[in-house]
């Protein structure tokens, strides 16, 4: 098979993997626990807060280790809804929001919280302007995500930190999908809160993290004995958390290389020869991940692309809503008719991704043009 999904899940790095062995067959010890078994297991996940930090030019004890992107998302914003609320009740997100995101704040709507859902522009980018129009005195946080999952389209997180800062509001971002991709520096974006996944950069599913600036203190989601700083109950998930760690360490090695921005973009334009005008680019044409491509191609089915494409992996859009036919909400919030016969596919490359993988899905595609 041809794996063109990288948006949706990575593989585990080999480098991971090792990286977690050892707490996985030696040193298997509670990282709570004061004896040798115990402390080395508390050396292991501190190293990787270490090297988590260290990507996000953040403060090691900025780091909080959670099960994944949904629970950071989670902790952040129902965190500060709850400890922020004699100041206020209203919250700032937009329509393109992951659902880790959306549902979270659908849930405060229900207990009486206001959240306003800014909209987007054709590129499928929150103008900063709408956000300061959107803040009020009852304001407590804004949340707009880094960049897309499905178009890949990055938004202007500085402008829109510094408004939040004039204003007197916390700003969270979630970074899912840009950690590992394209820098990412907490004290440059002018964020309060981050969120990261390390699924979606090579590390295992079910781990994450969730920066919090220092002198920021939310209620934590998950109650129970004093761990992580008390910020996060629960005994570290170690093995994973020395796999999200070397993952993090080894995407900064990957950063200032322009391969896959390269190689995205030399696939694009075989596929625009073929197509023409009958090929759409979704998202901003260069404000976007280096990896992605979310493209319509008119008048073709779901299943003629299927079938065409036979064994290669790639998205109806977002993993996170396969299954629907119907028109991305992404879509619709920038503004896209569903009237016209199309069909919309994401394309997400990846470090294992190879020039004659590529080559062989244009040659497929060939057949439809």
């Known amino acids: 098979m041809i794996y063109l999904d990288y948006n949706a899940t990575t593989p585990i790095d080999s480098s991971v993997a090792e990286a977690m062995l050892p707490y996985i067959y030696q040193h298997f010890g509670n990282p709570s626990s004061g004896h040798e078994f115990g402390v080395k297991a508390k050396v292991g996940v ?4 270490g090297q988590i930090a260290d990507l996000l030019g953040a403060a090691q004890d900025e780091l909080v280790f959670t099960s994944g992107g ?3 998302n989670n902790t952040a914003i129902k ?3 709850h400890s922020f609320k004699d100041k206020g009740t209203h919250i700032v997100t937009s329509q393109i929001e992951h659902p880790a995101v959306t549902n979270p704040c659908k849930f405060l709507e229900s207990i009486g919280y206001t959240v306003t859902y800014l909209p987007v522009d054709g590129f499928g980018i929150v103008d900063p302007l709408d956000v300061e129009r959107a803040i009020t005195p009852r304001t407590i946080l804004v949340s707009i995500m880094h960049a897309n999952n499905e178009t890949g389209s990055i938004q202007p997180s500085s402008e829109i930190s510094k408004i939040c800062r004039k204003k007197g509001v916390l700003f969270h971002t979630d970074a899912a999908q840009s950690v590992g991709k394209i820098p990412v520096r907490v004290h440059e974006l002018g964020v309060d809160l981050l969120t990261v996944a390390g699924h979606k950069l090579y590390a295992p599913k079910g781990i994450g993290a969730l920066y919090i600036r220092n002198g920021l203190s939310i209620e934590p989601l998950i109650h129970g004995a004093g761990h992580e700083r008390g910020r996060r109950a629960g005994t570290e998930n170690v093995a994973f958390a020395a796999g999200l760690g070397q993952a993090c360490e080894i995407a900064g090695q990957y950063l200032g290389s322009s391969k896959m921005q390269q190689l995205t973009n030399d696939f694009y334009e075989k596929l625009a020869v073929l197509f023409g005008a009958r090929l759409r680019l979704n998202g901003h044409p260069f404000l976007r991940l280096p990896n992605t491509l979310f493209l319509s191609f008119l008048g073709l089915s779901v299943q003629d692309i299927q ?11 977002s993993a996170c809503h396969a299954g629907s036919t119907a028109l991305s909400p992404v879509l619709k919030a920038m503004g896209v008719s569903g009237s016209e016969p199309m069909t919309t596919i994401r394309f997400s490359l990846g470090r294992h991704t190879t020039v004659k993988e590529l080559d062989l899905v244009v040659e497929r595609l060939a057949k439809l043009s």
């Open 79 to 81: 965190g500060v809804a």
């Open 46 to 49: 501190e190293k990787a807060r």
């Open 70 to 72: 949904s629970e950071s």
């Open 307 to 317: 079938k065409t494409l036979g064994d290669v992996a790639f998205s109806m859009g």
